[in-house]
């Protein structure tokens, strides 16, 4: 299993300002995924993050809006860049562990963002 | 384009029932399928692995199928208790695609 710590949990942010998000996992993994869950929706892929290299970004979704950092096996973050009311969702971090299709995600416990 | 569609979107059952919660998928080419659970402004919780060369897994009062053939999976909770209330997911990974597909989730609460 993986232990993700996620932070802030939830923030309350002015329109215009940045936000970043951390995550740090217990142990090491080659990829992280951030996702978006806007309110009463599933969830979307933002971006993978691999150590070492640029994020892999999802359709809809661009590096000046969301840049990501990983600067190690361990931690990444995400920032909400230029915020606005539309931006205010969930935003989760994520790990894969085991191989295969043995592989299980576990989740951070989220940032809950509001946009005022 | 995998589409992935839980209903119903929202259950109320009293306590002490059995329940199932669907998940409907659109391609059958799907390498393993996951359960999660949600609760509200929080993060997911991985409940159940149907790896794909499985039909059915188990853990505690949970079990969960899967049908590749039909393009379902089933998750069974038993004698349903109110700290089951929470949104339930299902996920899964496609063959030669590095990233998960989530359900529409379903919202279930369990009335003492």
């Known amino acids: 299993s993986a232990v993700i710590s996620q932070k802030p949990s939830r923030d309350i942010c002015q329109r215009g300002t940045s936000l970043t998000i951390q995550c740090q996992v217990d142990?090491?993994?080659?990829?992280m995924f951030w996702y978006r869950q806007q309110p009463g929706q599933s969830l979307t892929l933002i971006a993978t993050a691999n150590q070492g290299s640029e994020a892999t970004y999802e359709s809809g979704f661009v590096i000046d809006k969301f840049p990501i950092s990983r600067p190690n096996l361990t931690f990444s973050t995400l920032t909400v860049s230029n915020m606005s009311p539309e931006d205010s969702s969930i935003y989760l971090c994520?790990?894969?562990?085991?191989?295969?299709?043995?592989?299980?995600?576990?989740f951070g416990s989220g940032t809950q963002l509001s946009v005022l | 384009k995998q589409e992935v569609t839980q209903i119903p979107a929202a259950l109320s059952v009293p306590e002490g029932e059995n329940l199932v919660l669907n998940c409907s998928f659109t391609d059958s080419a799907i390498y393993n399928l996951q359960w999660f659970r949600q609760d509200p402004g929080k993060g997911l919780t991985s409940l159940l692995l149907?790896?794909?060369?499985?039909r059915e897994q188990t853990s505690g009062r949970l079990n969960a199928s899967l049908d590749k053939s039909s393009g379902r999976s089933t998750l069974y909770i038993a004698a349903s208790q109110p700290g089951d209330s929470a949104t339930y997911l299902c996920?899964?990974?496609?063959?030669?695609?590095?990233?998960?597909?989530f359900g529409t989730g379903t919202r279930l609460t369990i009335i003492p």
């Open positions: 994520s790990v894969g562990k085991g191989t295969g299709d043995a592989e299980k995600l576990f």
């Open positions: 996920a899964h990974w496609g063959f030669g695609n590095e990233k998960l597909t």
């Open positions: 149907i790896q794909s060369s499985q």
């Open positions: 142990s090491q993994v080659t990829m």
